[in-house]
DNA sequence: GATTTGC
DNA sequence: GCAAATCAACGCGTC
DNA sequence: GACGCG
């Protein structure tokens, strides 16, 4: 029986297709995660997390999981923490041995908090999430560039990973401190900046029908109890692609793609985010005339300039 | 996948 | 003892 | 209360 970080685990049904389109299996899924841990640990360290799984394959419709059952062991790590109306045990991955445990348990896709359980009120990044309408990638790549810039310029130091599906997420790491509410609001005034940019094509409105067809700037997942796919995380999508960080570089050429890596071909890459620990900066002051208005309402970007 | 329930 | 049944998600922000 | 998202 294998031992990893001194747990046994068996690895039931291994030659179980997870992925038929492919073939991938339950045990390439596990191996996956083993080899990718050391890069993928970091990041989701000392997060709460949402578990997806496809026990017969990814065709089906996924099993949703928050809670640890009480059948995971004792050495999973567990984190309790407030919701409305009580409280929520999530599992926490804090080794190896805990990423092919959920293998195990036919857990495809991992998300995880914005925050951490030292300051589990606290996010210690802010995340732009890129939605595209449609299948027009070298928008979202152009998007992000111009996002890159305008942290950069409000000394943020800006990382970039695909989702594995269909778009990209911007982060940028902060130092704890300012509640979800407060990287919330900075993160809809840059949005809406970037969005009134190029308002043919970007957009920050709410309901799909107001987008007509443009890139969706998401900045809701910067809240409390809120998840964003983990980096690394496998999609439930041909080709088992991954959530992989990349480098700036990389979003400049169109051969980019944003599910274009699977678990297979994750191999032998340099650590994109190595430098994110040390790169944490505080949270830009809104200036006052991006603070909300008395309404406390946001508005959206529309394709024709209301104000 | 793991555990509980029913025969 | 063995097979069937049961459970595993819902919270935040917006409109 | 529904929508949109994850
Ligand atoms: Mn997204
Ligand atoms: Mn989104």
Redesign the pocket.
């Known amino acids: 029986m294998p031992v990893i970080d001194g747990h046994s685990i068996t690895i039931?049904?291994p030659d179980?297709i997870l992925f038929p389109a492919d073939g991938i299996t339950k045990g390439e899924l596990a191996e996956y995660y083993q080899r990718i841990a050391g890069r993928m640990i970091p990041h989701v360290r000392d997060r709460p997390l949402?578990m997806n799984r496809y026990?017969g394959g990814i065709q089906w419709n996924p099993?949703?999981?928050?809670?640890v059952?009480d059948?995971f062991p004792a050495w999973i790590e567990r984190a309790t923490v407030d919701?409305?109306g009580g409280t929520i045990t999530h599992a926490l991955i804090d080794n190896t041995a805990t990423l092919v445990y959920l293998a195990?348990?036919?857990v495809v896709t991992v998300?995880v908090w914005l925050s951490r359980i030292q300051a589990i009120t606290q996010p210690d990044m802010v995340m732009f999430?890129l939605?595209p309408a449609d299948e027009d990638f070298s928008i979202v790549r152009k998007t992000a560039l111009t996002l890159k810039t305008m942290l950069e310029d409000l000394k943020l130091v800006p990382f970039v990973k695909t989702t594995g599906s269909r778009g990209l997420h911007v982060i940028a790491p902060i130092t704890v401190g300012p509640t979800?509410?407060e990287v919330?609001l900075f993160a809809?005034a840059v949005a809406q900046r970037l969005a009134a940019a190029d308002p043919d094509h970007l957009t920050t409105?709410?309901?799909?029908?107001k987008r007509e067809g443009r890139l969706?700037l998401?900045v809701?997942?910067n809240?409390?109890?809120?998840?964003?796919?983990a980096p690394y995380a496998v999609r439930a999508k041909a080709g088992a692609p991954v959530a992989l960080p990349v480098d700036w570089s990389e979003v400049e050429s169109p051969r980019l793609r944003p599910d274009g890596v699977g678990i297979r071909h994750v191999e032998g890459r340099d650590d994109p985010w190595k430098s994110m620990e040390r790169s944490q900066k505080p949270l830009p002051p809104l200036t006052v005339s991006q603070l909300p208005d008395r309404s406390g309402?946001?508005k959206?970007v529309s394709r024709k300039e209301v104000r």
Request: avoid cysteine; aromatic fraction near 12%.
């Open positions: 039931t049904h179980k949402h026990p099993i949703q999981q928050k809670r059952p059948s919701m409305k195990q348990y036919n998300h999430d939605d979800f509410e919330h809809d409105e709410f309901t799909k029908q969706f998401d809701n997942r809240a409390y109890a809120q998840t964003a796919v309402r946001r959206g």
